[in-house]
């Protein structure tokens, strides 16, 4: 394998690195082993002032280590042994006796990072395609090659900290504010300013060395008091449930003084510790999963997308508005249509809001926000609608009002114009039934909030064009949000899954438990919020409309609860829009509603496994039934939109990964139980009956 090139030019020594047969570098123990004989005989080389360490990849330095090779780690004093190797190499660079830098023109992330860290410099660009970071922890590890020690003691404690326990991503200009590189230059000009900055190593290094940062007054007085905040934050946003942050801040609390090589010794410890572990194997496979979704055009059939400059949103609620923001981002003319012009403040207000935070987190300029806000228009009539290239509805959800808006639509816009819904239940291919163009007719559900929410369901009803779903896929894409394109069937796929979950929660309830307790017994299990707080969120007034749907589509196993029906029509409760649902919602806080707890009268001790049992296999049996259907593409798909539109936890790896951890059998059996005692709603899937029958699993 050649991975890469060298030359020496009147004392510049020029490593560029170019792994054949593949468009990014990868740091994997191959190449590290090929390079480890590199640096040995460069070590013998005489005549060398200085070592360029360069990439002739496009738009990549090094793109990370081999994560296959991660992934493949089983072995706590095996993956130790292969970490220390991988130290020892990379710790070569900075044993080197001349001076070493590293040329950063796209992206530079973890191993890689690592690498350049081991250099004694630094130069990045401007170039929109370089990113530096260290983003470990996002797949269950931590960095393995020297970078939580080298980062330390290049930008002092608390940026460390923060850079590695976020896994956050910079831009090169943000990397040299920070320190991770010492200078950033426009890439038009990399050529004459590398030769510069090389020349100021050689002549003037102190002029460089002196802009170095080395760490805030808390980072070198007062470190146990950042370790005690930087604790408690990680604790309140991972609750625990993710090894690695934790693991990462007890290493940086074990080296704080310590010598580079005992540092380098404990981090492959704990790397190796956590390599082995089912959540980084979960994290992976997420990984894998969401590269695999950022290639997807979204059908099978050959379309090219068209290009959308244009978009016209119908509704100016929570969801309009939000959308409106969405597509405002992209610097886009985006109008909305309102049924009074009274509605356009509040909705102005709610887009401006959410800028408002990207200002604060300083992601974008005041002026640059007043840019964005003024591509936005809105208007009580159809004027425009003719010269726009996609409208969405985002209106009440009736199927009358919707028809007749799409009649509106089709005399007024272009034939070829996208016209797409952004229903979360009735059918598209039903809501396009009197449309005369129907090919141009799709579901584009978005979840609120829309502008946290990453998922877009894409729907495509019986009569939809193949190129009319890569346009939208290919424009949701650009809006910066993950499309999973689903079939067509009421609820789709997320909310075909979840409701049968609150619903089945709420049964719960009804047959005595607290549901507080319920809640909190869920958000235990890793859900970001429970079942009865997740139902006031949503709305009960929506919740309940979208049960009605399924339960009509599918009958008495999605049959609405009797208690849910009551809160909603009865006490006319609507959740926390409203003030009051299952809790009484406050500024500052949340309590039981005990008018609705007085509901119930009979009190049962619940297990808290029935109650999880419960939750979580109602939602996999249907998850089942929607793969066994053709609703979604594959598990990994699934268990990718149940994470991004339901905050399913992460860490167990998606809702089927979790089903193959039970053991489908085991599943299939307590489904069987819970069916005689609780009814049909829990007759298990065909899919999991053949699945358990053949010792089958959803993951290889």
Do not use: W
């Not at 296959?68 to 991988?86: M, P």
């Not at 170039?127 to 797949?139: D, Q, S, Y």
């Not at 956050?168 to 320190?179: S, T, V």
């Not at 429970?530 to 196993?557: I, N, Q, S, T």
């Amino acid at each position: 394998m050649k991975a890469f090139t060298y030359e020496l030019k009147e004392g510049i020594a020029t490593l560029c690195l170019d792994l054949e047969d593949s468009v990014v570098n990868i740091l994997s123990f191959e190449v590290l082993e090929i390079l480890d004989a590199k640096l040995d005989e460069l070590h013998q080389t005489k005549g060398i002032k200085l070592l360029k360490i360069t990439s002739a990849k496009e738009g990549i330095f090094i793109a990370g280590a081999n994560i296959s090779e991660i992934e493949g780690l089983r072995d706590e004093q095996e993956a130790y042994e292969l970490v220390r190797k991988g130290q020892r190499i990379i710790s070569k660079i900075s044993d080197l006796s001349f001076p070493t830098v590293a040329i950063i023109n796209g992206a530079c992330l973890g191993g890689g990072l690592e690498l350049a860290l081991a250099c004694d410099y630094r130069l990045a660009t401007e170039n929109p395609k370089t990113k530096i970071g260290l983003p470990e922890v996002n797949l269950g590890v931590l960095p393995g090659f020297g970078g939580t020690q080298r980062l330390r003691k290049l930008t002092g404690l608390s940026k460390a900290l923060e850079l590695i326990l976020g896994g956050k991503i910079l831009n090169g200009k943000k990397a040299e504010k920070l320190g991770l590189v010492d200078a950033c230059v426009p890439v038009g000009y990399l050529e004459f300013k590398e030769k510069a900055f090389i020349d100021m190593i050689l002549n003037s290094p102190d002029k460089i060395l002196a802009k170095r940062k080395t760490g805030s007054f808390m980072d070198r007085y007062l470190p146990s008091i950042v370790f005690s905040y930087a604790r408690k934050n990680v604790m309140a946003k991972t609750k625990g449930k993710y090894p690695a942050a934790i693991s990462i801040l007890d290493l940086f609390e074990k080296t704080e003084g310590k010598d580079l090589q005992i540092g380098l010794d404990l981090e492959a410890k704990a790397f190796s510790k956590l390599a082995v572990t089912d959540i980084s194997k979960n994290l992976i496979g997420l990984f894998y999963s969401s590269e695999a979704l950022k290639k997807e055009s979204g059908t099978k059939r050959k379309a090219n997308p068209i290009l959308i400059n244009m978009i016209n949103v119908i509704g100016a609620g929570v969801m309009g508005a939000g959308i409106v923001f969405q597509f405002s981002k992209l610097d886009k003319l985006v109008r909305m249509k309102l049924r009074r012009y009274e509605q356009a403040g509040e909705a102005m207000k709610s887009v401006a809001k959410v800028y408002e935070g990207f200002i604060k987190r300083r992601r974008l300029t005041k002026a640059e926000v007043g840019q964005k806000l003024a591509h936005i228009s809105y208007t009580t009539e159809f004027n425009g609608f003719s010269h726009c290239d996609l409208a969405l509805e985002a209106i009440v959800e009736n199927t009358e009002a919707k028809q007749e808006l799409y009649a509106q639509l089709e005399e007024i816009m272009d034939e070829k114009a996208i016209i797409a819904s952004n229903t979360s239940s009735l059918s598209i291919s039903m809501l396009s039934e009197k449309m005369q163009h129907p090919e141009r007719f799709i579901g584009m559900h978005f979840f609120n909030p829309v502008p946290r929410m990453p998922l877009v369901e894409i729907i495509a009803g019986k009569k939809t064009s193949a190129k009319t779903i890569a346009t939208v896929v290919a424009l949701a894409k650009e809006a910066g949000k993950t499309p999973i394109v689903v079939g067509d069937c009421a609820g789709f796929l997320i909310n075909r899954i979840l409701l049968p979950y609150i619903n089945e929660a709420v049964r719960m309830f009804e047959e005595g438990a607290d549901y507080e307790r319920i809640d909190k017994i869920i958000t235990d299990f890793g859900m970001p919020i429970g079942p009865f707080v997740l139902a006031d969120e949503v709305g009960l007034d929506v919740g309940y409309k979208v049960a009605k749907v399924l339960e009509d589509a599918y009958g008495d196993r999605m049959k609405v609860s009797n208690i849910l029906d009551r809160v909603y029509h009865q006490m006319n409760l609507l959740g926390k829009k409203a003030g009051k649902g299952f809790y009484i919602h406050t500024a500052k806080k949340r309590e039981v509603n005990d008018a609705v707890k007085a509901l119930v009268f009979s009190k049962r001790a619940f297990d808290e496994q029935e109650i999880i049992d419960r939750a979580m296999l109602i939602m996999i049996n249907e998850a089942a039934m929607c793969l066994e259907e053709g609703i979604v593409d594959n598990a990994q798909y699934l268990d990718m939109a149940m994470i991004m539109g339901t905050g399913f936890p992460p860490f167990r790896g998606g809702l089927l990964r979790y089903a193959d951890s039970l053991g489908l059998d085991s599943v299939v059996i307590s489904l069987k139980a819970l069916e005689k005692n609780h009814g049909l709603r829990f007759k298990p899937a065909k899919l999991l009956v053949s699945m358990a029958k053949n010792k089958e699993t959803f993951y290889h």
